[in-house]
């Protein structure tokens, strides 16, 4: 991933706040004010920007002291000045400075190497009661990263207030999100040497992250401001004026990749090609030479936070981001003839439009994007297993934008990929042995299935054993469920369906009662669990990709039974999604067919009804059995 | 003029003497033969080098003391790969780096270099200190990566090094070379000893291991402080330093600054704010009273700043250091006349202290004992009050010291072995259609399980509050509906011992029942919440260690409906138990029912009297545990009465 400036490390979506009362005083801890003023100077062609940020908080309770312990992130884009921190004791009048900062580093997990540093310190004295008052200064070296500032943060904020001072011959732009339920109050001054635009809020609630809910940005209350272009002389000068302006910038990035050596990548490609004769075969060859060698390693340091490293040295290395790939995967599909193009992309957790922000706020990612018989792919080689020809599922929906040449680019939406592309298959039979349920079964999964299957299974079973892991994953029939024989093929990125074998043995899973012994055919219970509790959900659920999962259950009646009862056909049909479950018999077997199917990658909070009418009718119908008897 | 060139060669021929300099890795390496099983890894370490080498100065009194780390680690697959090519090197007590390399040997024999340019140096991370980082360059499937270092750190007559890892390892060798001085080694769990080797005409010590299984992260289990390790110790010219002295010395140097000397005026003043003239305060009122007050002003931070240990800075600005919160304590329990001991122990999970050999790296928490009421207080854990220690301290070693600066050893025990359990009380009634059943819960948590509810509760974010109140009312009924909820005894600073932690909520769920003809299932088992199974498919590697021990009783009653009866119960009676070769009946799990008119009242009580359990009584405790996931999937039948 590219770089994300991250001007203050302290917003953390994952702390706690509830009850929402306009006085905040079920709260433990609220923010009085967060207040922060941008300056913009131009001086002889050159900005200087400062962002000053003023916070007071308080603490209602002695509950969360945690929250006394302040970081504040930069990195080599931005510098942080002038820390004045301290804790006033109402009750004891007293004030403490805050004496000693550290200047500290941290491991991330999904980069290796980064330029971001923090300033970290502890508010002392904290206590029901205290309030902590925090500024700091913090000075910006790109003009581009005027960043955004969040109306609501993880909780409560009493006064919350941007302010942004520049001199008239500076144009500025700004567009907010999510603050339709909040009364935000824009004022626009004119003052001697230039504007001054404050937004000002009173009493935003906390906002806190719901399971499966949209990313923060698409519910938390939030303005980006950025420039969009400077006069000097008459001459104007654009920043991010529109994507054009963002565009024009990432160009002059992607030429000072190091284009050194190129020959040992063509060497690398014309060999990964050879033989080969489309286009198609050419450009999968190559995708997949790239997924399988580059392993995804980040390094963020200044630019190098968005510059690609040169094509060989990647090859040489054998690791990089996203953008070492794509411009690795770039160089070598337009060196076998393959017109590809340098793609910028905001991944799903980002809700913005370049054309309604035209900063490098909007993405987040890399990617490449080839035409291949006229057919528009795009590749991304950091999903290790996603087949060629399908976009990382995390992509889908999202603007991508094209670099075509120095001047000129193109922006496409990656489509929402098709629900056939991801189906698992699952073949069953079962027997009965007394009250135990005998089972085989295979499962052919394609597209975004088999991709979540690979990668969960590669980074998520460690040390279980492979039945315990298919037991806590798969759940299928009870806790005790053995799991023998188990087969994986097509274990990799291509497009071949993985195929999952396996026996079962499920002890006392049958019931008899009065001479009839009851079976149910659902040992798979997929989205029993999916309800959403709408007492007090706020957020809109997120689904990940399309799918649908289409099993065949045969039951071999046992010798000397006869079947007596069988469900009746249950349905929930919604454009959506939705279910069927019909059963037949066939001489000495009976056969269950069940689809269910999710079409969409959203449910909206005025859904949620029709969802969770959908769960319940899933519920119910996984509750039916079939019932056989001796035969008299 | 003479004399310099003398001097330079006494340095030269001493250099020549570390053991280091001449030590390299193959000039041509090549694949190493591995067996399909070691193929089918994801990684195998090939060998694990550490050569600890102690030099007399050449100047003064002091020593030198190199570290040499030599690893080859072949990478099978993408999760292989994604262990080793990022490499991480602790600067702690590092003077300066040596050298640093690593290769790459590609499966066609090709080998890539690291471009040391390419070595990052990243500073002061976290609590850890500075570290340099690189990334292994060109690995890939089938690959072997070498990584060769060698660092001079600043002499500390003590170190430890973990020789097993979570990747099965062929060959370990630890070589400890020490220069004629006096020194201790010792290597834990495993049954090879050092044996002497000379090097370079000193005698040394070596451990050479082969064929080291991977730790395996078990259930009830404390991997990571069971890794095979080595400690030692290396002593200045001329001394002999024995781990009595060196106890002695750490409750002298520890003990002078945690038993108070005068008490603050800022103390008493304090405490007039918490501590209410009262005939009825007892010692246990008063501890908690300090440990809410300190709990609810101070904060414990954790950086590099040394005034968080000075006392008057502690109790001017309430913030101190894991190690200086004790001093408020010492100030708070000493001007209140309470008695009380000062303890030094290990996470169990990281570490198992040992009273045999002093390492340093195990002295990490501090507690506060008190003898008249045998219970702990744990400065450092936002979430206990006086009571038991923590679940991660039960059952270390700890060293004890008095006002008096006596110490002694003891395994850190809970008092009261009944301090956590749980209690919980369900009526199970049903509609009139028999689609839909209602558990009305009632449920006591007591100990560490009340402690860590009342944390998370009072702590988390709301996302976890949430999974956390399915947890509470019967975990893995997939359409439960919770109707209402309600907890009390929330408040984390209590002044009685254990109060229970209460929940009361009422269910509803349909998924319970099926229709069976004019039957119904009621899936019973799934009321007491999802149980794990515990598996076992290679052989233990781990003794058994539970968090603590615990009780459970259950009290199930479920109103049959009007016209009908209950069948299916055998499934309801379990019994299984383990007795010790104490004939102590260590651990059980029982569930049975007894039917009156239309009630079934079904009773389950499971129990763990301790928390440690030897390798060999593995079967018969995971038959114990295992049987509460044999609860979990009975059911029983609702018959009409014709």
Not at chain 2, 386 to 405: A, C, H, Q, T
């Amino acid at each position: 991933m590219p770089k994300i400036v991250k001007p203050i490390l302290t917003f953390l979506m994952c702390l706690p706040a509830f009850v929402f009362s306009q006085d905040f005083s079920g709260e433990d801890y609220i923010f009085l004010k967060r207040h922060e003023h941008i300056k913009i100077a131009l001086n002889n062609n050159k900005f200087d920007i400062a962002r000053n940020i003023s916070e007071q908080a308080k603490y209602i309770t002695a509950k969360k002291l945690y929250f006394a312990n302040e970081s504040i992130g930069y990195d080599s884009f931005t510098s942080i000045e002038n820390i004045k921190a301290f804790t006033e004791l109402p009750e004891a009048n007293k004030t403490i400075e805050v004496d000693y900062i550290e200047t500290k580093r941290e491991f991330d997990n999904g980069i290796f190497y980064s330029d971001q540093e923090s300033k970290n310190f502890t508010f002392p004295a904290v206590t029901k009661g205290a309030i902590t008052n925090l500024s700091y200064t913090e000075v910006l070296k790109d003009p581009r990263f005027l960043g955004m500032f969040r109306f609501g943060t993880f909780v409560p904020t009493k006064s919350a207030r941007l302010t942004i001072e520049f001199p008239k011959n500076v144009t500025i732009g700004y567009i907010d999100f999510n603050t339709e339920n909040i009364d935000l109050k824009f004022v626009k001054e004119e003052t001697s040497s230039g504007y001054l635009y404050t937004w000002t809020v009173e009493n935003v609630e906390g906002f806190q992250s719901e399971d499966r809910s949209e990313a923060a940005l698409y519910y938390l209350p939030h303005i980006i401001v950025y420039i969009k272009s400077y006069e000097v002389k008459g001459k104007s000068h654009n920043i991010l004026g529109d994507v054009k302006d963002l565009y024009s910038w990432y160009a002059t990035l992607v030429d000072q990749i190091d284009e050194k050596s190129l020959e040992k990548v063509y060497t690398i490609t014309d060999k990964v090609t050879e033989g080969l004769t489309s286009d198609r075969e050419k450009a999968k060859a190559i995708f997949n030479w790239v997924q399988d060698n580059i392993t995804y390693v980040a390094f963020e340091d200044g630019l190098g936070g968005f510059i690609p490293r040169g094509a060989a040295s990647v090859c040489d290395k054998r690791y990089g981001d996203c953008k070492d790939m794509a411009n690795l995967l770039y160089e070598m599909l337009n060196y076998a003839g393959i017109a590809s193009y340098r793609t910028w992309i905001g991944t799903r957790d980002r809700p913005y439009s370049y054309y309604e922000v035209p900063t490098p706020m909007v993405d987040n990612h890399m990617i490449t994007t080839t035409i291949v018989e006229n057919d528009t792919i795009f590749l991304d080689a950091t999903d290790s297993y996603v087949p060629f020809g399908m976009p990382s599922a995390f992509t889908q929906t999202k603007e991508a934008l094209l670099g075509l040449d120095k001047e000129n680019f193109k922006v496409i939406k990656v489509p929402i990929q098709d629900i056939n592309k991801s189906i698992t298959t699952i073949e069953t039979v079962m027997t009965l042995d007394n009250s135990t349920l005998k089972v085989q079964e295979q499962r052919a999964l394609t597209g975004y299935e088999k991709v979540d299957f690979i990668s969960d299974y590669v980074y998520k079973k460690d040390d279980k054993t492979e039945e315990e892991y298919l037991n806590t994953t798969l759940a299928l029939g009870n806790n005790k469920t053995q799991y023998r024989d188990i087969t994986k093929d097509n274990f990799d990125n291509s497009e071949s369906p993985l195929i999952l074998k396996y026996d079962l043995n499920i002890d006392n899973y049958a019931k008899t009662v009065a001479g009839k012994t009851f079976v149910n055919l659902n040992i798979d219970r997929t989205l029993a669990k999916s309800k959403i509790d709408t007492n007090d959900r706020k957020y809109s659920k997120k689904i990940d990709n399309k799918f649908r999962k289409v099993f065949t259950t045969t039951f071999t009646i046992p010798e000397g039974y006869e079947v007596t009862s069988i469900p009746k056909p249950l349905s929930f049909d919604n454009s959506d999604y939705g279910y069927q479950i019909h059963y037949t018999k066939e001489n000495n077997k009976i056969i269950q067919y069940k689809t269910l199917y999710i079409n969409t990658l959203k449910v909206n909070n005025n859904e949620f009804e029709t969802w969770n009418s959908f769960i319940k009718s899933l519920v119910k119908a996984y509750k039916k059995s079939i019932v056989i008897e001796k035969d008299l | 003029m003479k004399k310099l060139v003398y001097l330079i060669l006494l340095v030269s021929s001493t250099g020549f003497a570390q053991y280091y300099k001449t030590y390299d890795w193959k000039s041509n390496p090549k694949l190493h033969e591995l067996t399909s099983a070691e193929l089918s890894e994801a990684s195998v370490g090939i060998l694990k080098k550490n050569i600890v080498e102690y030099q007399k100065s050449l100047f003064g009194s002091g020593l030198n003391r190199f570290e040499t780390q030599h690893t080859i680690v072949r990478v099978n697959n993408d999760y292989g790969i994604n262990r080793h090519n990022t490499v991480y090197i602790p600067m702690y007590e590092v003077k300066q780096v040596v050298d640093i390399k690593a290769r790459t040997i590609h499966p066609d024999g090709k080998v890539t270099l690291l471009n040391k340019d390419n070595i990052k140096e990243v500073k002061n991370v976290e609590e850890y200190g500075d570290f340099k980082i690189f990334a292994i360059e060109g690995a890939e499937e089938g690959s072997e990566i070498e990584v060769l270092y060698t660092v001079e750190k600043q002499y500390d007559m003590h170190g430890t090094e973990t020789i097993q890892s979570d990747f099965p390892i062929k060959e370990a060798r630890f070589l400890f070379i020490t220069d004629g001085l006096n020194a201790n080694i010792k290597a834990y769990r495993t049954d090879k000893s050092f044996e002497t080797v000379d090097v370079n005409g000193k005698p040394s010590k070596q451990i050479v291991l082969k064929d080291i299984p991977a730790m395996l992260r078990e259930e009830y289990a404390t991997p990571d402080a069971n890794k095979i390790t080595v400690a030692y110790q290396c002593f200045p010219e001329g001394q002999n330093v024995t781990h009595e002295m060196f106890w002695e010395n750490v409750v002298s140097n520890i003990g002078s600054q945690f038993f108070a000397g005068e008490i603050k005026q800022k103390v008493i003043d304090d405490i007039k704010g918490f501590v209410k003239d009262d005939k009825e305060l007892t010692t246990f009122k008063v501890a908690s009273m300090v440990d809410n007050f300190i709990k609810t002003n101070f904060i414990i931070i954790k950086n590099n700043n040394a005034e968080l240990s000075d006392l008057d800075y502690i109790l001017e600005n309430r913030s101190a250091s894991e190690f200086g919160i004790i001093k408020a304590y010492a100030q708070y329990l000493s001007a209140l006349n309470i008695d009380y001991e000062f303890v030094i122990t290990a996470n169990r999970y990281e570490y198992k202290f040992d009273p045999e050999f002093f390492t340093p790296g195990m002295l990490r928490n501090f507690i506060i004992y008190l003898p008249s009421e045998e219970k702990y207080i744990s400065p450092s854990r936002i979430e206990y009050r006086v009571g038991e220690v923590p679940s991660n301290i039960l059952g270390n070693y700890g060293l004890y010291m008095n006002k008096n600066f006596e110490y002694y050893f003891s395994k850190i025990v809970q008092s009261d072995p009944n301090f956590s359990r749980t209690k919980r009380i369900t009526n199970i009634t049903f509609d009139e259609d028999i689609e839909s059943a209602t558990l009305d819960q009632n449920h006591e948590y007591y100990g560490h399980w009340a402690i860590t509810n009342r944390a998370i509760l009072n702590l988390s974010p709301k996302e976890s509050i949430k999974q956390f109140e399915d947890f509470l009312t019967s975990s893995g009924i997939e359409d439960k509906v919770i109707e209402s909820f309600e907890t009390e005894n929330t408040d984390m600073n209590p002044v009685e011992y254990n109060p229970p932690f209460v929940v009361k909520a009422k269910v509803t769920s349909e998924s319970l029942l099926e229709e069976a003809g004019d039957s119904y299932i009621f899936q019973i088992g799934k009321v007491i919440g999802t149980q794990s199974e515990l598996y076992q498919e290679h052989e233990r590697m781990n003794p058994i260690e539970m968090d603590f021990p615990n009780q459970y009783d259950y009290t199930i009653t479920i109103h049959i409906p009007e016209g009908y009866e209950v069948d299916g119960l055998d499934a309801l009676k379990i019994y299984k138990s383990y007795t010790a070769p104490s004939g102590e009946k260590v651990c059980k799990f029982e569930s049975d029912y007894t039917l009156e008119g239309d009630k079934l009242v079904i009773t389950i009580q499971e129990f763990y009297r301790t928390n440690e359990y030897d390798i060999s009584s593995y079967e018969q405790f995971r038959t114990v545990i295992n049987a509460a996931s044999d609860f979990n999937k009975a059911s029983i039948l609702l018959n009409p009465l014709d």
